[in-house]
């Protein structure tokens, strides 16, 4: 019971804490909480382990590198090796459906995929060629994206729903984010590949949580284990309850039920996350713009001149045509559309 109870709890903890990350990112109160703790922890850890750990997280979240890429890899690599070593071959004397055992395997050949074209298709790179093209592609709504404004630091007019990354070190079209796992930002050329990539992800860990709780659901079955009964701490005889059982579970296949424990936290976590996703490209928005969406006013554009007496102006998405116009736009990029007809 212990173990199930700390795995409810640290899983509870995670679930909870990242919807309190997507609450409290759009406001300061996030950013007041780290600024505070890191003040706290500048007192107490050593200045040279502080310049340390700087410097290790600036190379891991602010130079492109593929320390995620690989990591993402050994992780994939382990599951499957996991579900093929030891689930693969007892469903099979358990004569489980073929199609069910080999369905996680189709799904990481798409989703391998796909997650490589993520990482090596340009999202959307805006240059001195294509500046013209990018500034027909999408109507400036005069709030968070106002005319005539130039990145400072590539020396372009930039198109609305643009943004510079400066991980890249690139302006890019429709600017979605710039993603760790696939060393590279998600824009309007490469959006379409990360959604399926994320939503085959996603479906891979569902489908092996589900095989594997189903394997181990029919063996429990099978030995009639939920009929035997144990004694307790004080010699009482007790009916295996559910704790107990996977608590047996655990000692007999230790592997196999961390892996289900893992999958099963990944597949809520990815499953959120394509939720999220999903619901941006119904309504035709990019993170970028959902994160800033609540601000009146562009405050980090110091060239945007706000008269004196104005009321705030607030961001309304003019970009929404419906839902299957705005998925077309995902799976079919505007400004590829446009050069083709260019040409």
């Known amino acids: 019971m212990d173990f199930l109870v700390l795995f409810l709890f640290y899983l509870a903890l995670v679930l909870i804490g990242g919807v309190m990350i997507c609450i409290c990112s759009k406001t300061h109160y996030l950013k007041g909480l780290v600024s505070g703790g890191a003040q706290i922890f500048s007192y107490i850890i050593p200045q040279c382990l502080q310049r340390a750990v700087l410097g290790l997280l600036h190379y891991l979240f602010h130079t492109r590198n593929h320390t995620f890429i690989i990591l993402h890899l050994i992780l994939q690599g382990m599951v499957y090796t996991e579900y093929t070593w030891e689930i693969f071959g007892y469903c099979q ?24 074209l993520s990482c090596v298709t340009d999202p959307g790179t805006i240059t001195k060629a294509n500046e013209l093209l990018f500034l027909q592609v999408y109507e400036f709504d005069e709030v968070m994206f106002p005319k005539n404004m130039r990145c ?13 990354c400066a991980v890249c070190n690139r302006c890019v079209h429709r600017f979605d984010h710039h993603c760790v796992w696939v060393n590279n930002c998600i824009g309007a050329w490469n959006a379409r590949y990360f959604l399926t990539y994320l939503l085959t992800l996603t479906a891979s860990a569902a489908t092996m949580a589900i095989v594997s709780i189903v394997f181990l659901v029919r063996l429990v079955l099978l030995s009639d284990l939920y009929l035997e009964t144990y004694v307790d701490d004080l010699g009482h005889f007790q009916v295996i309850d559910t704790f107990f059982l996977i608590q047996y579970l655990f000692l007999t296949f230790p592997r196999i039920v961390f892996m289900v424990g893992f ?14 996703a999903l619901y941006l490209a119904a309504t035709n928005q990019t993170t970028n713009e959902w994160y800033r969406g609540d601000r009146a006013w562009c405050q980090h554009c110091p060239h945007v001149a706000r008269p004196p007496s104005a009321e705030p102006q607030v961001y309304r998405n003019i970009h929404s045509h419906g ?8 799976f079919l ?6 050069e083709r007809k260019k040409k």
Do not use: M, Q
């Open 323 to 330: 839902l299957w116009s705005n998925l077309r736009e995902i």
């Open 333 to 338: 990029p505007a400004a590829v559309h446009c």
């Open 93 to 116: 004397e358990l004569e489980f459906s073929s199609y069910y055992l080999f369905l996680p395997y189709l799904l990481l050949i798409i989703n391998l995929l796909f997650f490589t």
């Open 152 to 164: 400072p630091t590539c020396d372009l007019r930039k198109p609305a729903r643009s943004k510079h």
């Open 263 to 276: 999958v099963l936290v990944l597949s809520f976590l990815l499953g959120g996350y394509l939720c999220f």
